[in-house]
T-cell receptor, first 111, second 113 residues
Framework: KAGVTQTPRYLIKTRGQQVTLSCSPISGHRSVSWYQQTPGQGLQFLFEYFSETQRNKGNFPGRFSGRQFSNSRSEMNVSTLELGDSALYLC??????????FGPGTRLTVT | KQEVTQIPAALSVPEGENLVLNCSFTDSAIYNLQWFRQDPGKGLTSLLLIQSSQREQTSGRLNASLDKSSGRSTLYIAASQPGDSATYLCAVGATDSWGKLQFGAGTQVVVTP
């Protein structure tokens, strides 16, 4: 079975721009969670989607948004990028919101 | 608010020695606890999942225990190898929080040949 895939793997953006990251879960998994990882804050939960519905949300500003499609693929969007948004963005999929399997991440650099 | 702590932050051991990694959490109302490994710049690899009703899980050289009442979990890695060098993270899932894992800061392990 193929693992969780994330695209793109690396991204460089300028302050003020917006960005969209994509995550394809393991086949059959309907839950997708997103996390931000930075050296200072560690791993922080952004949001979780299940069957195209956001079920849970972390403490991030409204500039961070996401969605999930009928095939369980998920995207997250960050608008009006700030330098502090530079991070490794990880998505994880789960068949039952229990054991989570992570993708390789998207490294976002904001200049 | 759940807080997850991992001590020590870093650990260096000679090859062959057993590794003991600690994780503590403040709220015992957890659904499960998961241990991960992360190599530099990479994603997380799931090592072991312990449900709240379980006391331990084993996979090969890895064994993880869970004591909910004291808010502790321990990951044991037997006969460490240089390939075990990585950052190890524990994360807890709450009973009322869909899809959210609360992570510790991790323990960075170096196994020297």
């Amino acid at each position: 079975k193929a693992g969780v895939t994330q695209t793109p793997r690396y991204l460089i953006k300028t302050r003020g721009q917006q960005v969209t990251l994509s995550c394809s879960p393991i086949s059959g998994h309907r839950s997708v969670s997103w996390y931000q990882q930075t050296p200072g804050q560690g791993l922080q939960f952004l949001f979780e989607y299940f069957s195209e519905t956001q079920r849970n949300k972390g403490n991030f500003p409204g500039r961070f948004s996401g969605r999930q499609f009928s095939n369980s693929r998920s995207e997250m969007n960050v608008s009006t990028l700030e330098l502090g948004d530079s991070a490794l963005y990880l998505c994880a999929s789960s068949s039952n919101s229990y054991e989570q399997y992570f993708g390789p991440g998207t490294r976002l650099t904001v200049t | 608010k759940q807080e997850v702590t991992q001590i020590p932050a870093a650990l260096s051991v000679p090859e062959g020695e057993n590794l003991v990694l600690n994780c503590s959490f403040t709220d015992s109302a957890i659904y499960n606890l998961q241990w991960f490994r992360q190599d530099p710049g990479k994603g997380l690899t799931s090592l072991l999942l312990i449900q709240s009703s379980q006391r331990e899980q084993t996979s090969g050289r890895l064994n993880a225990s869970l004591d909910k009442s004291s808010g502790r979990s321990t990951l044991y890695i037997a006969a460490s190898q240089p390939g075990d060098s990585a950052t190890y993270l524990c994360a807890v899932g709450a009973t009322d929080s869909w899809g959210k894992l609360q992570f510790g800061a991790g323990t960075q392990v170096v196994v020297t040949p």
